[in-house]
């Protein structure tokens, strides 16, 4: 007995353990990518939408989201002191 929501006949089954594509990552490639402009540009907007970024990758299964998070809150805490060391000499 098949259920709806069997492939049919002949198609590949994929196992429930399958590690995720590169295009199944994306939410913790952009967490990265605002981890990035945190260091250079408004670390508050960018490294706070990388962890967030990050977080919700996490929870969605992406095994790169808690690092993504990591990385933005790294990075938006030193663009902050960076701002405030170039701004004060």
Same mark, same amino acid.
Do not use: K, N, Y
């Given at each position: 007995?098949?259920?709806?929501?069997?492939?049919?006949?002949?198609?590949?089954?994929?196992?429930?353990?399958?590690?995720?594509?590169?295009?199944?990552?994306?939410?913790?490639?952009?967490?990265? #990518?605002? !981890? %990035?402009? =945190?260091?250079?540009? *408004?670390?508050? &907007?960018? +490294?706070?939408?990388?962890?967030?970024?990050?977080?919700?990758?996490?929870?969605?299964?992406?095994?790169?989201?808690?690092?993504? #998070?990591? !990385? %933005?809150? =790294?990075?938006?805490? *030193?663009?902050? &002191?960076? +701002?405030?060391?170039?701004?004060?000499?």
């Amino acid at each position: 007995m098949t259920s709806p929501h069997d492939p049919p006949d002949g198609a590949p089954r994929t196992p429930p353990d399958a590690r995720p594509r590169a295009g199944d990552q994306m939410l913790s490639i952009i967490g990265f #990518a605002c !981890a %990035a402009m =945190a260091l250079l540009f *408004i670390p508050i &907007l960018f +490294g706070l939408a990388g962890v967030v970024l990050g977080i919700v990758g996490h929870t969605r299964g992406e095994p790169l989201g808690r690092w993504a #998070a990591t !990385a %933005a809150g =790294a990075a938006m805490l *030193i663009g902050t &002191l960076l +701002g405030i060391i170039l701004t004060t000499t």
